[in-house]
């Protein structure tokens, strides 16, 4: 109801409301932003003072000052650079082959239940085996090339899209495919018009799930028989006790993966624009 509508409806002038109102979570944030940052700040002064002082050595975690030095000489010599490059490509590869015999499996099953039948029991059964078992197998079948650790990331990105592809097909209005018959919608403009809208939103927590669990896979698959990449970094400094390069490696691991994870919030906000109305302003 309008100001103007309250003023007709009571007779008189509507008076405003003399309480404040609460600021806006958008407005607050800025402001209590940087109190996210006094913890780890913490954390950090402390594990420095704690080098310093000898109570925690060099050979068992370095300095922060030795680490952000170290970082600094590999980004200079290159070897960082080479090394994420080699890991970021292999990881590209990986979660390519993944995404497409996921979401593509994912299809089959969740539009007949022939499809069910045919390929989730397999697809449950692989989903269950230890991914560190299947390292032996793929250096025998594949040696010990970049074709097993594409292929080991490929596996791990392949079960979220799947799992949540399938659980988004299946989670449509059955209401809209009434709809989509009444209109005589052949099966193709099904699947494009209803059913893939429709299974958007699920099928993004997976992107975002496999795209953390293809990093994950890549630290195991460079551990095995690399001779380039991060893991291969993280893995020749253990040799000679070079933490500041080990952590120096999971740093940027980590600074990778919420990257990634960043890229495909974006992604999220674009294609799902139309459920803005259901977040909060």
């Known amino acids: 109801m309008s100001v103007a509508e309250l003023e007709g409806e009571f007779g008189g002038a509507v008076r405003a409301d003399p309480r404040p109102r609460p600021r806006s979570a958008t407005a607050r944030g800025p402001r209590r932003g940087w109190h996210r940052w006094v913890s780890p700040l913490v954390v950090v002064l402390l594990w420095q003072a704690a080098s310093a002082s000898g109570l925690l050595p ?21 070897t960082l650079p080479t090394a994420i490059a080699v890991s970021l490509e292999r990881v590209l590869l990986g979660f390519a082959a993944g995404a497409v015999a996921g979401v593509g499996l994912a299809l089959v099953a969740g539009l007949s239940r022939a499809g069910e039948s045919a390929v989730d029991p397999i697809m449950q059964m692989l989903r269950a085996l230890p991914f560190f078992g299947l390292i032996p197998l793929f250096i025998l079948w594949f040696g010990i090339g970049e074709t097993p650790k594409v292929l080991l990331v490929a596996l791990a990105v392949s079960f979220p899209l799947y799992l949540n592809t399938f659980a988004g097909i299946r989670g449509v209005d059955g209401k809209l495919a009434e709809v989509a018959r009444t209109l005589r919608l052949g099966r193709a403009a099904l699947v494009r018009h209803i059913v893939l809208p429709g299974a958007l939103p699920q099928t993004l927590v997976g992107l975002r799930q496999s795209l953390g669990v293809a990093w994950l896979a890549l630290i195991v698959a460079e551990q095995v028989n690399a001779d380039a990449g991060l893991g291969y970094m993280i893995n020749d400094a253990r040799e000679f006790l070079r933490t500041d390069v080990i952590v120096v490696g999971l740093l940027v691991y980590s600074a990778l993966g919420l990257l990634t994870d960043a890229l495909v919030r974006l992604l999220e906000r674009r294609a799902l624009a139309w459920r803005r109305e259901f977040l909060p302003r």
């Open 58 to 78: 060099a050979r068992l975690l370095a300095a922060p000052s030795q680490i952000a030095s170290t970082a600094l000489d590999l980004v200079s010599t290159g």
